[in-house]
């Protein structure tokens, strides 16, 4: 393996001056970290940047709302908004009340899976990986629709629904059978509750004793949304455009965007900032000297500290320089569910590192845009306070960002009647085939 592996480092490394000679971009972005336009959506923007080029505080807009006055609005009225919000993104507009409670009964009715899926299909195989265990189980919901293949926006629509429907389902049901055949741990498999939101079912297939705070399901109700959609340039956003361009089922196309968010660049980075923040604070004396908290974030940059990967989880975002505006409102958020949980003293320490990171890092690299903290670092955190394995956050993403594929799929699906094709330009030179008695060992 070690030979083979040196073969294709040898013969697979593309030089840098190639990339700049072609003006390819790596990643879909430039030098400075700007977007290159590879598509158009309306199902939701991001600005971080005005209009005379300089950065400014980020703002995220579903189908041209400002996220944080959909925050806003719930927090006011003290009520639950994914399936709300999961109608604006797939249909473009906020529903009337009347059509609210027809598209949350609608939501209920399907949350359901075949019978016997459960003993036959989580059951039967589990793993420690729930993003794997969830793949599974979307190409064996396949075998069940005699409609799989149909590329009709209706018939389209309706498997979007059920998936989003059941997502929470196929994720803690994997967990369980997981905890339960893996770890030794009871085996509880609720069934949800048809008068509960999506997020109070989560928590209540989650849990034993199947009971919750109003607080922790709005908290978590307020970061499915957040992590509904961001745009259409993100890795797995990106990936269901191009898999829906070529006319695969919606099982297959949802595979592929799932492959894609379980990357630790993707959606598994809010573990690491989990991890990373109980390796500081088992690592420090005092959690209050923010010199020795300063210093340990070094030694964490310079790879001599936690998973000695130089990176400061959590902090960064590819397009949003000044502020990510989903952690601005999750950060509002997590101070209440801190205090109701007595964590106050882990709160404040969030803070801090939130603070100091940034400036670790503008004296330790040549940064060309600003850092702050993004939603991966305080998403970690509330899903902590909530109790919540590690092996769900990732798959808790795609419960959310199911909605925002399946509208994305949907808008690819009206829009692609003419498609251009990539180009790859090669920048091999030409060889010649030698018989093989003529080649060099």
Known sequence: MNKYTEKIKKNSIIPLEFYQQ????????DVNGKGVLAGLTNISAIHSFDEEGDPMPGILEYRAINIKDISE???AENRFGFEEITYLLLFGELPTLEELTTF????AAKRQLPEDFVRDIILEATSCDIMNSISRSILSLATFDSKASEMTLENVLDQSLCLIANFPLLAIYAYQAYNHYENGKSLYIHYPDENLTTAQNI?????SDKQFSDIEAKVLDLALILHMEHGGGNNSTFTTHVVTSSGTDTYASVVASLSSLKGAKHGG???????MLDNIWENISDPSDEVEISEYLRKILNKEAFDKQGLIYGMGHAIYSVSDPRAEVLKSYVKELAEEKGLHDEYNFYKKIERLAPQVIAQERNIYKGVSANVDYYSGFVYQML???EELYTPLFAIARIVGWSAHRMEEMLNMNKIIRPAYESVLTTKKYTKIEDRNA
Do not use: E, F
Request: hydrophobic share 45%; glycine share 6%.
């Open 22 to 29: 072609y003006d390819v971009k790596k990643g879909l972005r």
């Open 73 to 75: 609005h719930l927090k």
């Open 104 to 107: 949350t009964q609608v939501l």
């Open 203 to 207: 928590l209540r297939l989650l849990r």
């Open 269 to 275: 980075a809010n573990i690491q900032v989990a991890k």
């Open 387 to 389: 109790g919540l394995p």
